[in-house]
Each structure stands twice: as structure tokens, then as C-alpha cells.
């Protein structure tokens, strides 16, 4: 037996740190996250802004459960020793239908930012959509990646600058132009409200660095940093405008309604998204899982169907897919992995879905994406 007291301190003190258990499902990635962000000054204050959704965060919590409360109605013996998840979209072939939502300032979160994560979603075969609250500029990105592009466009007031933005995203490469249609005014976002949400010194809007935005309505300072870059005159007009201001295809983001979806492809839309934002908007809004059905049924396949709000789980992608989507983007999971540990977090969780994705087909016997369908689901 050891005598401690004659131990030394070498043989006490352990010279190599712990090494946490990775996290291996983005539940516990998100654990990892809120314990990295509760180390740092504006800890708190990034981590409910990623986190929070509107009002009372009821839709929060019915995204997750609509998705998790679909049962699922397996195929067996099929042969599934090769799954396939390779798709195309607007000409692009990805290795993954799983794609990453726009998201604001991914500074704040981790140094590795927007470049972190478009460098993770290059190695996982995902399209990568940047915000137009970018804090790395959509040239930076375009120029730093291979990755296939999408641009979230945030209407501004002033069409000029709105045109100029989609200028440049077309000249950078990108491949399609995102609409957020689902923020014509902020929702009663109440933890961001009472810390007054802000950009951090140091950090900006680097898409619109240098561009100064038509005189806007007073604001008090709290509501200017997002307010502000919000256009509450959107309308159907815009998105025939916008369809037809460069080659880019459109796509509609924000769309809950088979009557909005049609309306869309007839305004020019070349792809309908369907999501509620994550419920960060409007609270009680209805869960993408319930809405997905019906849009994608008027969609009809005459344009791309996206949707996200909710997923976390490969089996969550695999439902979506079977009820019409084309594609499946998650916001907040990627986030996660990037507060929690930069570039590498950012791929965790990536490759967290991808693999689960590939074990729920396996488990269906779905082994390419066109053998999954809504005989999947138990009905
Ligand atoms: C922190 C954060 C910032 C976001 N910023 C944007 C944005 O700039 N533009 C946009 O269209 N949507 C934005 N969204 C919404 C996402 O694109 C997406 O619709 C939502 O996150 C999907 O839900 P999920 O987080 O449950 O996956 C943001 C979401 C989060 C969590
Ligand atoms: C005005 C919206 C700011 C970015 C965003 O879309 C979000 O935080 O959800």
C-alpha cells in the first residue's frame, strides 16, 4: 500500500488534464457548450441568445417533441450494407441532404467563427448558408471554402443596399439566395430583450461593413442591433423583385402554409423553407414536423423543399425526409459544437447527424434516399 504522505507531488497531481468524455449525441454537446460559455465574461448573455426562443418557449419545446413523436415503421431484410446519402440541389451534388442554417455573428460564440464552420461543413459534404449578420464577410467565406453557399438575405429598407448584398453574393459564388420571410418584426425574444443583445467590441456585421443604410426610425439601443435590419414592408412583390434581380434561385425561408408555398413558387421562388426560425419569433407558432406535410404536398415537387426548427437526431432528418423535404438544415446543433469547441465541435455535431442519419436508414431499410417515403412512418 501507498503511504500518501510520502508520495511525491508528481505522483499526486496528475500531469495530463482529464480529458471529458466526448459527447456523442448533440444533447450532450449542448452540455458542453453552456459549460465553455459559462467560463467566459459574456458567457450568459451568448449562451441565451443562441439557446432562447420566443415568449413562454412553447413552440421551443414542441419542434423537438413534433419530430420526436413520429413512430417510425421499419422495413426489414432490404440490404442495406451501402448507404447512400448523396443528393443535388440547384446543381450542387452534396454528400449529405443535412445542411446548416443561417445563423448570426458566429463570433460570439468562438474565435473560429463563420470560417470554423464552413471549413467543418466542407469536410461533412453540407451546404453552408451564411446570414446576412455574418461577422465574416460573405467574400471571406466564398474565398476561404469549397463548400457549396447559400446567402440568408435580410430585406433592408433601403433596396439599393438590399440589391448591392445580392450583387455580391452572386458575384462570390454563391449558389443560392435564402429570403428570411419569417421576421418582418421581432418577437418577444424576452431574455435577449432584458440583457439588451448586443455585438461584442470588436466584432461587426461584416457584410455591412462600409454601408450606410438609408435614416431609420429612432430606436432605443437595445432593439437597433437587429431591429434595425429588419424590413416590415416585405411583401410578395420583393420576392418577384429579388427573383429576378440576379440568376440566383430564391428560396423562400420562413414558409408554414401550402397556400404561402404556392404563392411563392408563383412569385419566382425556385425553393420553399419551412421553418418557424428555430421559435425565436412567433410563440405557439405550429412545429415544422406538422407543417411539413401539407407545404410539401402543394410543392408537389415542382421546386426543392427545405426544412428545419427542431431537429436533433438523425431519426429527426430521416422523418423529414420521408414527409416531402429535400433537404433538412439544423441551426442550433452546429452552434452548439462551435461554442463548445470551435472548428472541431462544429464537425462533431455534423458528423453526430450524419452518422445517426446513416444508422436510422440502415434501420429502415432505406439504403438511398429515394427509398425513404411515408411508409416509413406508422400511421
Ligand atoms: C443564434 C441563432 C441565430 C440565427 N440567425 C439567423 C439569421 O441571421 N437569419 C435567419 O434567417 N435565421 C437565423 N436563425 C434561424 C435559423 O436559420 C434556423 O431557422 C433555426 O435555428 C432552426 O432551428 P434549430 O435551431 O432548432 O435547428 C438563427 C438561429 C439561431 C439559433
Ligand atoms: C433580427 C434577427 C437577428 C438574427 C436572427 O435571425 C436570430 O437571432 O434568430
Keep these: 500500500m501507498t503511504d500518501s504522505a510520502t508520495q511525491t507531488a508528481d505522483a499526486i497531481v496528475p500531469v ?19 459549460d465553455r460559455l459559462a467560463e467566459g465574461a459574456f458567457g450568459r ?22 419530430w420526436g413523436e413520429i413512430r417510425l415503421a421499419p422495413r426489414c431484410l432490404v440490404g442495406v450494407d451501402a448507404i447512400d446519402t ?12 443535412i445542411g446548416l442554417s443561417p445563423a448570426a455573428s458566429h463570433k460570439i460564440w468562438h474565435a473560429d467563427g463563420e470560417l470554423g464552420v464552413t471549413s467543418a461543413a466542407e469536410e461533412a459534404g453540407m451546404i453552408y448558408c451564411q446570414s446576412t449578420l455574418g461577422t465574416v464577410s460573405m467574400e471571406d467565406v466564398a474565398g476561404a471554402t469549397s463548400a457549396p453557399l447559400w446567402f440568408q438575405l435580410y430585406v433592408r429598407r433601403d433596396r439599393d443596399l438590399t440589391a448591392s448584398l445580392v450583387a455580391r453574393a452572386a458575384a462570390a459564388g454563391y449558389q443560392a439566395l435564402v429570403v428570411t420571410v419569417d421576421t418582418p418584426v421581432l418577437g418577444a425574444r424576452d431574455t435577449d430583450r432584458r440583457r439588451s443583445v448586443r455585438l461584442p467590441s470588436g466584432l461587426s456585421f461584416a457584410n455591412l461593413a462600409g454601408l450606410t443604410p438609408r435614416a431609420e426610425p429612432d430606436l432605443p439601443a437595445h432593439r437597433r442591433v437587429y431591429v434595425e435590419r429588419l424590413d416590415p414592408t416585405l411583401t410578395w412583390s420583393d420576392i418577384t423583385w429579388l427573383s429576378e434581380l ?8 420562413g414558409v408554414l402554409r ?3 408555398a404556392a404563392r411563392a413558387i408563383d412569385a419566382g421562388a425556385r425553393g420553399v423553407w419551412v421553418s418557424n426560425h428555430g421559435a425565436r419569433n412567433l410563440d405557439t407558432v405550429v412545429p415544422t414536423a406538422l407543417a411539413l406535410p401539407a407545404v410539401a404536398a402543394e410543392v408537389a415537387g415542382r421546386v426543392p423543399v427545405v426544412v428545419d426548427s427542431g431537429i436533433r437526431r438523425g431519426t429527426d432528418v430521416l422523418k423529414a425526409l420521408c414527409l416531402g423535404a429535400d433537404a433538412v438544415f439544423v441551426g442550433r446543433p452546429y452552434l452548439y459544437g462551435l461554442a463548445a469547441a470551435g472548428r472541431e465541435g462544429a464537425l462533431a455535431a455534423l458528423h453526430m447527424l450524419d452518422t445517426e442519419l446513416r444508422m ?13 417515403g411515408p411508409d416509413l412512418l406508422w400511421s
Excluded: H, Q
Design 360 to 372: 436510422a436508414m440502415g434501420l429502415c431499410g432505406a439504403p438511398s434516399l429515394d427509398a425513404l
Design 45 to 66: 448573455e451568448m449562451w441565451d441568445y443562441l439557446e432562447g426562443g420566443s415568449g413562454d418557449e412553447r413552440s421551443l419545446r414542441w419542434n423537438e417533441e413534433a
Design 246 to 253: 440576379s440568376d440566383l434561385p430564391v428560396v423562400v425561408k
Design 16 to 34: 495530463v488534464e482529464p480529458i471529458p468524455d466526448p459527447a456523442l449525441n448533440i444533447r450532450e454537446l449542448r452540455s458542453a457548450a453552456l
Design 86 to 97: 448523396t443528393t443535388t440541389l440547384f446543381g450542387s451534388t452534396v454528400a449529405s441532404p
Design 258 to 260: 401550402p397556400d404561402d
